[in-house]
C-alpha cells in the first residue's frame, strides 16, 4: 500500500460517517410537522373563526329580521281585528237601532240615493 | 286621560283617492281623548296573509288576502258636544256626493248617525266597505279596500270577538270593545 | 411522491456528519441537521427524484456548513469522540483520527469541506464541483492544495504522536 492510499485510508476513516444522536430524528419531524401545522393551522382556524362569526351574524340577522317580521304581523294582526270589530259593532249598532224603530231586518242592500 | 294610539304602517294611503277627505278627521284627534289610527297597507297585509296557522289565524289570513287597505280612525271624547259633527256629516255627503259610494245602512240620530257605504269593484277599481258612525262622544270611520259586501266579512265568524257578521239582521250580542293597548 | 421521513431516515447520517466534522461540535451538528431537513421539508415540492433529493441535501447542507464555520470562525478544536477505545492498538487509531480531524478543521471553510465531501462521502471533483458550485479545476487545485497541506501537518503530527506514545 502506498503512502498515498494510506494517507486517504485515514482521511476516509477519520472523516467516515458519524451516527446522528438517537433522538435528532424524531426532533426533526417534530419540527417539521410543527412548521406544517402551524401557518396553515393558524391560517385555518383564522377562516374558520371568521366563518363561525359571519354565520352568526347572518343568523343573528336573520333572527332579528324575523322577529322584526313577526312583530309587525302581530301589530297589523291586532290592526285588524280592531278594525274588524270596529265594522262589527257599528253593524250591529245600527241594526239594533233599526230594530228600535221597528225595522225587523236590516238588508245589506244598496240605499236608492 | 289622553292615549293617542296612533301606529302609521307602510306607505300613507291615497284615501282622497277613494274620496274619503282624511284631514278632516285629524281635525278631530286634536280634541280626542283618545285616538286609534290604523292604516295597513299591502305590505302589512301580505304578512298577514303569509301566517301560517289554524283557527282565528288561517280565517285573518284568508281574509287579508282579499283585502288591499285598511284605514281606521276611531275618536273618543270626554264629555258630547267636543267635536262638531258637521265635519263628520260634510265627510259623508262629499263621499256619497262622488257617486263611487254607495249608502246600504243609513241610520240617523239625535245627536250623531252611522252610514254603511259599499264600493262595488270595475275594472281596475277595487271595491270597499266605508263605515261612518258618528255618536256624542265618539266617531269612528273604517274604510276596508278589497271587500265590496258583508259576505267576505261574514266569513269572520268567531275573529276577533265577532260572533258572526250577520247580513241578514240576525242578532248576535256586541262584543264588549277593546282597543289594542298601546305597545 | 418523495416521502419527508424515507429522504430523513437516510440521510440523516450523511447531512449530520457533514456537519459535525465541518464544525467539530455535536449540538451544532445537530442544529445545521435540523435546519436543513427543515428547509428539504420547505422544498420537497421541488424536488423530483430521490437522487435529485440527496444531491440538493449535500448542496444545501455544505454551504450551510461553510457559512456556520465562517459565522463561527470554526479553525481549530477537534471534534471529540464520545468515549476513547479501550485497547492500545484501538487507542493508537483513534489518536490518529483525532489528529486528522483537528487537522481538517484547521483547514478555511470551503477547502474544509472539499476535504469532507472527498473523503466522507467518496465524492470526485466533479460532484464536488457540483455541490458548491464551483469551477471543477478549483476544486482539483484547491483539494490538492489541502491534501498537500494536510499531508506536511500529519508527517509532523504523526512523529508527535508516536514520539508521545513512546516516551
Not at chain 2, 301566517?51 to 273618543?76: H, T, Y
Amino acid at each position: 500500500m502506498s503512502e498515498q492510499d494510506r494517507f486517504d485510508d485515514l482521511l476516509r476513516s477519520a472523516l467516515g460517517r458519524v451516527e446522528p444522536p438517537a433522538g435528532l430524528e424524531g426532533r426533526i419531524l417534530r419540527a417539521a410537522g410543527l412548521r406544517h401545522r402551524t401557518p396553515r393551522g393558524a391560517w385555518l382556524r383564522a377562516v374558520a373563526m371568521v366563518l363561525i362569526v359571519l354565520a352568526a351574524a347572518a343568523l343573528g340577522l336573520l333572527w332579528r329580521q324575523e322577529r322584526a317580521r313577526a312583530e309587525r304581523a302581530e301589530q297589523a294582526r291586532r290592526q285588524l281585528e280592531f278594525a274588524l270589530q270596529l265594522t262589527y259593532d257599528r253593524l250591529v249598532k245600527a241594526e239594533r237601532q233599526a230594530n228600535s224603530i221597528g225595522v225587523r231586518k236590516i238588508r245589506f242592500e244598496e240605499v236608492p240615493q | 286621560m289622553r292615549i293617542l294610539w296612533y301606529v302609521a304602517l307602510g306607505a300613507p294611503l291615497s284615501l282622497a283617492a277613494q274620496g274619503i277627505d282624511w284631514s278632516v278627521l285629524d281635525k278631530l284627534a286634536e280634541k280626542a281623548k283618545e285616538s286609534a289610527v290604523v292604516n295597513l297597507g299591502p305590505e302589512q297585509l301580505s304578512l298577514l296573509a303569509g301566517a301560517r296557522g289554524k283557527g282565528e289565524e288561517a280565517k285573518l289570513g284568508e281574509l287579508a288576502k282579499l283585502l288591499k287597505s285598511v284605514q281606521v280612525r276611531n275618536f273618543e271624547f270626554e264629555a258630547p258636544g267636543m267635536y262638531d259633527v258637521e265635519l263628520v256629516r260634510s265627510l259623508r255627503d262629499k263621499v256619497k256626493a262622488g257617486g263611487e259610494w254607495v249608502s246600504i245602512v243609513s241610520v240617523k240620530e239625535k245627536d250623531g248617525f252611522t252610514e254603511i257605504l259599499i264600493k262595488k269593484p270595475s275594472g281596475e277599481k277595487t271595491g270597499g266597505l266605508l263605515v261612518i258612525a258618528a255618536e256624542p262622544k265618539e266617531v269612528s270611520v273604517v274604510h276596508v279596500e278589497g271587500v265590496a259586501d258583508l259576505s267576505a266579512l261574514g266569513r269572520l265568524g268567531g275573529l276577533a270577538g265577532i260572533p258572526e257578521v250577520a247580513p241578514a239582521g240576525k242578532k248576535a250580542p256586541a262584543p264588549a270593545k277593546e282597543k289594542p293597548k298601546q305597545e | 411522491m418523495l416521502q419527508f421521513a424515507d429522504l430523513l431516515r437516510e440521510h440523516q447520517s450523511m447531512v449530520y456528519s457533514l456537519a459535525y466534522h465541518a464544525l467539530g461540535d455535536r449540538a451544532a451538528a445537530e442544529d445545521l441537521t435540523q435546519e436543513v431537513f427543515l428547509a428539504l421539508f420547505e422544498h420537497l415540492d421541488m424536488l423530483e427524484s430521490a437522487e435529485h433529493a440527496k444531491a440538493w441535501l449535500m448542496r444545501v447542507a455544505a454551504n450551510r456548513a461553510i457559512d456556520e464555520i465562517r459565522k463561527r470562525r470554526y479553525r481549530s478544536g477537534p471534534p471529540l469522540e464520545a468515549a476513547e477505545p479501550a485497547e492500545a492498538g484501538a487507542q493508537e487509531d483513534w489518536v490518529l483520527r483525532a489528529q486528522v480531524r483537528r487537522m481538517v478543521a484547521g483547514l478555511p471553510a470551503r477547502a474544509r469541506t472539499m476535504i469532507i465531501l472527498r473523503y466522507q462521502e467518496d465524492l470526485g471533483p466533479a460532484e464536488i464541483a457540483r455541490a458548491l458550485d464551483l469551477p471543477v479545476q478549483t476544486v482539483k487545485s484547491r483539494l490538492h492544495r489541502s491534501l498537500n497541506l494536510l499531508r506536511g501537518r500529519m508527517a509532523r503530527g504523526l512523529a508527535g504522536v508516536r514520539a508521545g506514545r513512546r516516551a
